[in-house]
């Protein structure tokens, strides 16, 4: 039973901190977004090789984040920052290749990426149905997507690249939604890095899908 109606206090205290939790994330998902755009514009000129390298030392801040939030707020928000720069530099070539050869398609993957994540993450945190069991879903599809995206490197698919973009805007707009869900209910402003990082991967994954998407002969590459 909800007994805020008897202890009116304990109902505010819980909604200010929703909304200091949703502010704090969202300023370090904007933080994210800046370090990323350094990242972006001082690896404009690397190559393949750096871009792997970078998207393994990524991947290795973002999973030292799981540790370090058990430890040291200080330090998750540091390795927030480093991921954001790396992940940043990892994904320069490509927005490097874009920027020369069909730079329409970053300005429109641009805007379908603030609208669909507006539009998602809106729905996700308005909800009041539990989509747990739907997050379990998307877990296995996105795993399943990733196998079909190791095929389309060796088997030639008609339509391939459309269709692992189209399905992974699917999966990523359940991510979106668990993951403003998850923002509405969390009380613990020491989460707020570990879901600014997650709301993070979900705008860059959708970037790229629709990058995937508006790029002239994108279904070809």
């Excluded at 994330?25 to 404009?44: Q, S």
Aim: aromatic share 14%; glycine share 10%; hydrophobic share 55%.
């Amino acid at each position: 039973m909800d007994d805020s109606y008897r202890y009116p206090s304990a109902g505010i205290t819980t909604r200010d901190q929703s909304h200091t939790l949703f502010a704090q994330t969202m300023g370090f998902v904007a933080g994210t977004a800046a370090f990323f755009a350094l990242g972006a514009y001082l690896g404009r000129d690397f190559g393949g090789g750096a871009a792997i390298l970078f998207y393994i030392l990524s991947f290795a801040a973002l999973f030292g984040m799981q540790f370090a939030s058990r430890r040291s707020r200080e330090l998750t928000i540091g390795l927030l920052a480093l991921f954001g720069l790396f992940i940043g530099l990892a994904v320069a070539p490509t927005l490097s290749y874009y920027a020369e050869q069909d730079p329409q398609a970053l300005w429109q993957a641009g805007g379908a990426t603030a609208l669909f994540i507006a539009g998602f993450g809106a729905a996700g945190y308005a909800t009041r149905r539990d989509l747990s069991a739907l997050a379990r879903i998307a877990f296995w599809a996105l795993v399943a997507l990733i196998g079909f995206g190791i095929v389309l490197i060796f088997v030639n698919i008609p339509n391939g690249a459309l269709i692992y973009s189209v399905l992974g805007l699917v999966i990523f707009a359940a991510l979106t939604m668990i993951d403003f869900q998850r923002l509405r209910r969390n009380t613990d402003v020491q989460s707020a890095p570990l879901l600014a990082a997650s709301i993070f991967l979900d705008i860059l994954n959708v970037f790229l899908f629709f990058l995937q998407i508006f790029s002239r002969g994108g279904d070809d590459r």
